[in-house]
C-alpha cells in the first residue's frame, strides 16, 4: 500500500468533447503502483485557491511510467487541468483507495455512466489479462449523446470485449439508460457487475444486482479533502446505519455495504 | 529552562520545552488533520516531528455528522466532522500501541459535553503508556452541546482547565476558540486555571451555500474554517495571547511553509501545529521542521528559541 | 412592505426596502472601499448602484496611520488605514454636493470615539441634502480608543444605536463587528436600540508578518481582514443574525460577484455590500447587479425578494 | 483621464536578464491614454490569489495598441508574469496615476537605478519628442550588474541622448552608484532630474537636487490595492507632515513635497 507524491508532466492532452478531456501524466511510481479503481488526488492550483486537491479515478495506465486521467471541466479546479499544457507539471499523491476485486473465473459485466467510464478502462484491462481471454464478458456505456460515448469505443473493444452502448438522446445505441440494457440482459449466476456512474445508475444498478442476487461493486463519489483518511471528510452511509469512508474503504465498494436511495 | 546541548552537530538546535514536555523540535501535527499518525507513515517520517496530536477524542464513540462534512472556501475549507471518533477506551485499545511505539510525544485531544466528561476522560489516560500530553479542546464548533460555551466564557474554560489538570499527571494544553471577543481574557483564565501551555486557533465558524440547491453546502449547516485564509487571524491572537500570559502558546491557523512556522513563533508561539495543509501536501510537517532548519542555519542562528517572540515593534 | 409595479418590461423586480429606505436594487457599495464614488465614475455607471456608502466620516479630520497600511494575505487583504478622513463638515462641503447629485441614495458611514461623537456626526448631517441614511460603525478595529468596545459590549451598542437613532431623521443602519463572542446578541441588543437596519460584517482583526524584517507587515501591527478569506464567516453570522432580529439586514464579506451576493440573500440578507472586489474589479458592484438580474431571469424570478432568507434546511 | 479595464493578450515575452522580464500586451485603450509616468494595475491569477492587482510602471508604448512593462521576478505576481506565455489574456486596467511633468525647453537628466529604469523608456520618447532633439539631456542609468542594465542601453540610445552607466560590480560603465555619476556632473540652472530607483538612491537624488536647487521629480512607489484613490492604502509621508497618495497624487511627485529619511 505504498503512495507517492509525485511531480508529474503532462505528456499528452486530448479532448474528448466539449468539456471531456483525458490527460496523460507521466508519473512513474503511481503507475506502478495503481490498481484498477484507486484514485489520484491532484493539485490543480499553484497559488492556494483552489486550495484543495482534485480526485480523479486513474482511467489507465500505460508503459512507460505513464498514467491517464479521463474528466469533465465541472469548475475550478477541472478548469485548471483543461487548460493544462504539455509539458506543465501537477503534484499528483496516489494510488489511493481500494480498487475493484477481480475475479479470474466469473464472467464481469461492466457498466458505465457518463464521466463514471473513467475507472472502467483500467478495469477492463486488468479483467481481461486476468483471464486472458474475456469473450464471456460485457461492458455497456452511457452517456448524454453520442459526443460523450464515441470516443472512447475504440479503447474498450480492442480488448475483445462486446460493448454495447445507450445515449439519452439516442444518438448512439440504445435510446435510453444503461440501466435499462442491463436489465434486459441475463444476468449469469456468479457473475459481478461492477459499476461506475451518476449516484441514481448506481442506485439503480444495486438495485438490479440485489433483486437477480449477483454480486455489484461499485465506484462512487464523495467530497474529499485528504484522500487517505485523514480528515474523516468523505462519509457516506453505509447499510449498517453508520459511516463509512470513500476514501479509505472505497472508492469501490460492494454495493450491499451502502446505504440506497432507491 | 535548561537544554543541555547533545551534540556539536553543527546543526541549529531545534528543541523547544512546553512546560515539562521537551520536544525535539516546535513543529506539531494538528488534531483532526493527521487521522492517528499511522495514515501518514508511508508519506512521510513520523520521528521528525516535535509531536503528534491526534484526533479529539471523547468518552463515547462518536458517529459524526452526516455528509457533506466538507466544503472547500477560498483558500480555505470547511468542516462539520461532528468529532467522529472510536472513544477514549477503543482508542486506547486500538491506537496508542502504534502511537507509543513512535519516537515522538503524543498529545491526545480531548473533549466533553461537561466537566464531567471531560475529567473522565482524563483519568482513563493516565498512566497509558506514550500518553505524553493531554490537548483539551475547549472550542469545537460542531457539536451543540458543551464545546463552544466551554471556550467562550472564560470562567467556564478556567473550570474545565482546573478540573483536568486536577486528574492529569501528564502536561495540559488548553486548544483555544478563535470566536470569541476576548481571546486574551479566555487565555488568562485558562492559565490561571492551571494550563500548563494554550494552543491556538481552534477553528472560526463559517458556513457556505450552493446557490444551485439553495442549501447549505455542509449538511451541518456550520462548519469551522480552516486553512490559509485564517492564518491572519491566528497571528493576532497568538499575538495577543502572548502578551497576557507566561505560559508557552502553540500556534495554529493556516500554516503551510516554514515561513508560516516562523512568523508564528516570532509573534510569541514556542511551538506551531500543522492542520489542513498535511491534506494538501502530506509531508507539509516535515517540510516545516526542514524548512526551520534550513532558515536557522541561513540565518546562522543557533537555536530555535531566539526566535520566540522576537518582533520588532519600531 | 408595499412595492408598485413601475413598469411591465419583463425584467425581474430587483427594488428591496431596508426599512423606510427604497433601494433600487440590493446592491450597495461598501465604506471604505469605494472611496466618495466620484473616483469610479469613469469606471462604471454609477447610477445602477443600489446605494452608495462613503468612506467612514469622524467629527474631526483624521490623518489615518503611517504606511504600510495593506497588505495581501491569502485570498484577502489586511488594512490598516486608520479612517483617514476629511471630518464631518468638509465632507458636507466638498463631497456632498457631487454625490448629491447621483441617482442613488448614498449612506454616510459614521464613527466615534465618544457617544457625544457620534451624536453631533449626525446632528451636522439631518438636512444634508442628499443623505439618505446613515450608517453607523461601531465596529473598526484600528482605532485605539472607542471602536472596539462599541461593537463588542451589547449595552454599548445599543447605546450608540439609541443616541444617533434619537437625533437622525433619515434611517440608521447598525454596522457589526465580526470579532465577537455572540454576534446575534449584539445584533438584538441594536435592534432593541432603534436600529432600522444592520450591516454586517466589518473586518475580521487579523495581522500579518513580514519574516524579513521582522517586523509586523502593517505600521499599526494589527489591521482588518477583509476579501474573499472571510466570507464563510460573513455568511454564518447573516444567517445567525437572521434568526435573531426582525429588521432588514444588509449582507457584507468577501462579495466578488453575484453568485455570492445570492448567497448572502437567501442566507437572510435583504441587501448586500461589496467591498474588496471594487480594488480587484472596479466595476464589480455593477457586474453584481447585472449578474442578479440575469440570474432571477433565468429562475424565472419575477423579484429579488423572493430569494430573501429562502435558504432550504432538509 | 480616462482608465480602462482592458483583457489584453501578451504578444511578445523577453527575458532580459535572470529574473528580469519585459512583456508586451496589445492593450489599445491604455496604450492610447498613456502618458509617461503613469501606471497600470494587473491582475495576476484567474483564482482568487494573488487576490490583488499589482502595479506596473509602463515602460514603452509602441504602434498598433501595444504597451511595455519591464518587471522583476520577487514574487507570486511577478512569478506569474515571468511564466506567461505569448496568447495569455491579463486584465490591465490603467492607466493610473500622475506621469512625468516634462517641459519643452529645460535639460533634462533622467535617472534609474535597477528596476526603476523602467518608466524612464516612455519618459525620454516622450521627452525627445517635444523637444525634437534631445542630445543636451542626459541618462545615467545603473544596476546591480552588466546583465541588469546593457540589455536596455540600445533602446535608450536609439534616442540620440548621451547614456552613462554605472554598475555596483563595475562590470559595466562607473563602478559604484548612479548618484555618484548625477554628484560628478555640472547641473545646469534650470534642468530637471528625472529619477526612479530604490528608495535610499532617490532619497540621495532629492538630496543633490535640493543642495543644487535644480527640480527634481520622482517616481516612488508604494503597496497598493486599489491603484485609484478608493482604499488610502498607498498613503506615503509628505512634506506637510500629512500623508499624500501614490496612486493619486503620484507615482511621479517634485522630490521636494516628500519627507525623505536622509
Ligand atoms: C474517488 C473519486 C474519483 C473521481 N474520478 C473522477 C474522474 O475520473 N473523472 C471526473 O471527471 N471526475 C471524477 N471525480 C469527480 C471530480 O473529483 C470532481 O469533478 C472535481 O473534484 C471537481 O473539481 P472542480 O474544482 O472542477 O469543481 P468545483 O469548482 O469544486 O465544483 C464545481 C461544481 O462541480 C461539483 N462537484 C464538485 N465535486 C464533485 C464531485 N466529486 N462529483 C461531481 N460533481 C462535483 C460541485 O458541486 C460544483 O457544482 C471523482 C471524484 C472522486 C471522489
Ligand atoms: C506605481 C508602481 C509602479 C511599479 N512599477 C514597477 C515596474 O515597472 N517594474 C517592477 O518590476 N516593479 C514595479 N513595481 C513594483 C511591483 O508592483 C512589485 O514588484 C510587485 O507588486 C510584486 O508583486 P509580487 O506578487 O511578485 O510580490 P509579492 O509576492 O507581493 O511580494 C514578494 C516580495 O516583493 C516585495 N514587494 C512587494 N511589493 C513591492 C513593491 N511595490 N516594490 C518592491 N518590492 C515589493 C515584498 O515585500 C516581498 O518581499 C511598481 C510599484 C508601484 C507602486
Ligand atoms: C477536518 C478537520 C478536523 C478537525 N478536528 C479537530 C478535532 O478533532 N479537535 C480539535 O481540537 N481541532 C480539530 N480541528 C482543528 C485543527 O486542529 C486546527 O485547529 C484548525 O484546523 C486550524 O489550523 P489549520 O488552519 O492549520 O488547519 C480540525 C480541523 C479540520 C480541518
Ligand atoms: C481599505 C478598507 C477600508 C475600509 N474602511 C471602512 C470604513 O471607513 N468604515 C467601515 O465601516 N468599514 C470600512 N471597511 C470595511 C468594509 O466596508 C467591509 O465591511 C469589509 O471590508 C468586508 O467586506 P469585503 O470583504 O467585501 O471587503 C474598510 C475595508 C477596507 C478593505
Ligand atoms: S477524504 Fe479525508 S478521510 Fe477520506
Ligand atoms: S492604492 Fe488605493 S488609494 Fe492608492
Known sequence: ?262 | MEYVKTADNGRPDMRVNIGSLQLENPVMTASGTFGYAREFENLMNLHRLGAVIVKGISLHPRQGNPPPRIVETACGMLNAIGLQNVGVDRFIAEKMNYLAGLNVPVIVNILGDSIAEYEEITVRLQGVPGVAGIEVNISCPNVKKGGVAFGTDPKMAASVTAAVKARSKVPVMVKLSPNVSDIGAVALAVQDGGADSVSLINTLIGMAIDLKTRKPALANVIGGLSGPAIKPVALRMVYEVAKKVSIPIIGIGGIETAEDALEFMLAGATAVQVGTANFINPRASEDVVDGITAYLMKEKLPSIRSIIGQLELS
Request: hydrophobic share 35%; glycine share 12%.
Open chain 1, 1 to 262: 500500500m505504498s503512495q507517492y507524491q509525485e511531480n508529474a508532466t503532462v505528456t499528452r492532452i486530448e479532448q474528448l468533447s466539449e468539456k471531456n478531456y483525458r490527460l496523460t501524466f507521466e508519473s512513474p511510481m503511481i503507475a506502478a503502483a495503481t490498481k484498477p479503481g484507486q484514485f489520484v488526488m491532484i493539485r490543480t492550483s499553484i497559488g492556494k485557491d483552489p486550495l484543495l486537491r482534485r480526485p480523479f479515478s486513474v482511467h489507465q495506465v500505460l508503459n512507460n511510467g505513464l498514467i491517464q486521467i479521463y474528466f469533465k471541466e465541472v469548475g475550478r479546479g477541472t478548469g485548471i487541468l483543461g487548460h493544462a499544457k504539455v509539458g506543465e507539471k501537477f503534484s499528483l499523491f496516489g494510488p489511493l483507495g481500494r480498487g475493484f476485486r477481480l475475479s479470474k473465473d466469473k464472467p464481469a459485466i461492466i457498466v458505465g455512466g457518463g464521466l463514471g467510464i473513467a475507472p472502467l478502462l483500467l478495469l477492463l484491462k486488468e479483467n481481461c489479462r486476468l483471464k486472458k481471454n474475456c469473450d464471456q464478458d460485457l461492458v455497456i456505456l452511457g452517456g448524454r449523446n453520442r459526443e460523450e460515448v464515441e470516443p472512447l469505443l475504440t479503447d474498450f473493444k480492442k480488448y475483445g470485449v462486446t460493448v454495447r452502448t445507450s445515449t439519452d438522446d439516442g444518438s448512439l445505441g440504445h435510446h435510453g439508460y444503461v440501466t435499462e440494457i442491463l436489465k434486459s440482459i441475463p444476468l449469469v449466476d456468479g457473475c459481478t457487475v461492477y459499476a461506475c456512474g451518476p449516484e441514481a445508475m448506481m442506485s439503480r444498478v444495486a438495485g438490479i444486482c440485489a433483486e437477480a442476487q449477483i454480486a455489484c461493486q461499485v465506484s462512487v463519489e464523495s467530497v474529499m479533502a485528504c484522500g487517505m483518511g485523514a480528515c474523516l471528510g468523505c462519509s457516506r452511509p453505509d447499510n449498517t446505519g453508520s459511516y463509512t469512508h470513500v476514501c479509505l474503504n472505497g472508492p469501490v465498494f460492494d454495493a450491499e455495504k451502502l446505504q440506497w436511495n432507491m
